[in-house]
């Protein structure tokens, strides 16, 4: 809430040049869907970082303490496998959640403008026009959403073959210790149960991590938005002046940022 407040009051001080690079869905984007992806955060991913966590660590500690042997083939594989494809899904993740932001924000904006605009996109006859440019920006949104599912599929994807494999090494590995004499068949019987249950809040971490990194996103965006220094900065103390005479301009020509052709061309007028 407090969030939005400050947001919508940055807003208010920004200059109408803002509001012509901005389009008005994209600025609602920011204070809807990007705040909302923070709170969803907020809401349960600190409970559930909590919770897993601490089952991480416990079930680790009863690993050690079973057999360090077993455990630290564990670690040896499974830390290497999952800190390189946290770093490669950090920095996909992180282009495929900025580029869903963005569009987002482009599809409200057309949304935003289809329906606010229809008495003059039907007095024009551009229904069609309006109704393709919605059409394309949806479809562009459905890819980059599609191509988030298909980075976090691989990535969970891998979190789950890392705990199948560990339990099949520690099976064989297992098997050959206790032939040995080295182990005993219920301590490894023990550590594979562990172990499986050792992956049930590392998948809940990971689920977590894609969370963390639509989040991020949407910080990301949110800040460039307070970022945003005003145009026309309003003195701290302003002087009001008397109110007399009159205001006359002469051949004022205009043009709004990134337009060809000028909104004025050479016109006069007087306030008086």
Request: proline fraction near 3%; charge should be neutral; avoid cysteine.
């Amino acid at each position: 809430r407090d969030l939005r407040i400050t947001v919508f009051d940055r807003l208010q001080h920004q200059s109408m040049a803002f509001f012509d690079r901005n389009k008005a869905g994209v600025l609602v984007s920011r204070m809807t869907a990007d705040i909302e992806s923070m709170a969803e955060l907020i809401q349960w991913g600190l409970l559930q970082f909590v919770a897993a966590g601490l089952l991480l660590v416990m079930t680790t500690v009863l690993m050690l303490a079973l057999s360090w042997e077993l455990t630290l083939v564990v670690l040896l594989f499974v830390a290497p496998v999952l800190g390189i494809a946290s770093v490669r899904f950090q920095r996909q993740s992180n282009v495929a959640y900025l580029d869903i932001r963005e569009r987002v924000g482009h599809n409200l904006s057309n949304l935003q403008e289809g329906i606010t605009g229809v008495r003059v996109i039907q007095a024009y006859g551009r229904e069609r026009e309006q109704a393709r440019r919605f059409v394309e920006s949806n479809r562009a949104l459905y890819g980059s959403q599609l191509r988030a599912v298909r980075i976090s599929t691989w990535y969970f994807g891998l979190v789950e073959w890392s705990g199948i494999v560990s339990i099949a090494l520690i099976i064989g590995i297992g098997g050959f210790l206790v032939h040995g004499g080295s182990v005993a068949f219920g301590t490894v019987a023990a550590f594979v149960l562990l172990l499986a249950n050792l992956f049930d809040p590392v998948q809940q971490l990971s689920q977590l991590y894609n969370t963390v990194q639509s989040a991020a996103a949407a910080l990301h965006k949110l800040y460039l938005l307070m970022d945003t220094v005003p145009d026309v900065a309003e003195h701290p103390h302003p002087v009001p002046l008397p109110a007399s005479g009159e205001l006359a301009a002469f051949g004022v020509t205009f043009f709004y940022e990134g337009s060809e052709r000028p909104a004025l061309r050479d016109v006069t007028l007087t306030v008086a």
